[in-house]
């Protein structure tokens, strides 16, 4: 299986902040990458898609890049209701997630 | 709208069987890819198994020879029968629909998951 590594585990910001989550897989996926926010108690949500492609209804000021195996994902300004848990996905072969990244309030 | 809504999990003995089901609504299910996927208690997301159109069928190795994924299009949901289910197996089930690009596929919509815990 494809492994995802995610980095850092937890990040602390504050309101206002640029955020970067970086993924890096254990061999190329192409840009076949997506992003998931996922609060506590709830699904998680699709972000963006094809590691670059914004879901509908999810705000811009998410972005990600990368390929073969190094990808960010972006906020830009990070709000209130962006403290999560975010996880990146491979989907060149059998799904694979990396272990989350914890955005706290600093 | 697209909803997805889980249900069938519970208490189970090691060794003993359930079956999840994902009524689907909001979408022709028919037509699209759809898989279950897990977290157990405070840890990450884990792929369990996947069933496109066609009804091919995968799943991960842990899960192999013991779940049975299926679905019934005429009634719009999706299952998963788990036998022979063992500790491990203790998790919040999903389901989500999955979006085929080029061959791949992506998962969209998740449902609220149900969960499954295997305990004596």
């Known amino acids: 299986d494809i492994q995802m590594t995610q980095s850092p585990s937890t990040l602390s910001a504050s309101v206002g902040d640029r955020v970067t989550i970086t993924c890096r897989a254990s061999?190329?996926?192409?840009?076949?990458l997506a992003w998931y926010q996922q609060k506590p108690g709830k699904a998680p949500k699709l972000l963006i898609y094809?590691?670059?492609s914004l879901q509908s209804g999810v705000p811009s000021r998410f972005s990600g890049s990368g390929s073969g195996t190094e990808f960010t994902l972006t906020i830009s300004s990070l709000q209130p209701d962006d403290f999560a848990t975010y996880y990146c996905q491979q989907y060149y072969g059998s799904w694979t997630f990396g272990q989350g990244t914890k955005v706290e309030i600093k | 709208e697209v909803q997805l809504l889980e249900s069938g999990g519970g208490l189970v003995q090691p060794g003993g069987s359930l079956r999840l089901s994902c009524a689907a609504s909001?979408?022709?299910?028919?037509?699209?890819?759809m898989a279950w996927l897990r977290q157990a208690p405070g840890k990450g997301l884990e792929w369990v198994s996947g069933?496109?159109?066609?009804?091919?069928?995968h799943y991960r190795d842990s899960v192999k020879g013991r779940f049975i994924i299926s679905r019934d299009n005429s009634k719009n949901t999706l299952y998963l029968q788990m036998n022979a289910l063992r500790a491990e197996d203790t998790a919040l089930y999903y389901c989500?629909?999955?979006?085929?690009?080029?061959?791949?596929?992506?998962?969209?919509?998740w449902g609220q998951g149900t969960l499954v815990t295997v305990s004596s």
């Open positions: 094809t590691t670059s």
């Open positions: 061999q190329s996926i192409s840009s076949w």
């Open positions: 909001g979408f022709s299910f028919g037509y699209y890819a």
């Open positions: 989500a629909r999955a979006i085929a690009v080029a061959e791949k596929h992506y998962s969209d919509y």
């Open positions: 069933i496109v159109s066609g009804d091919i069928t």
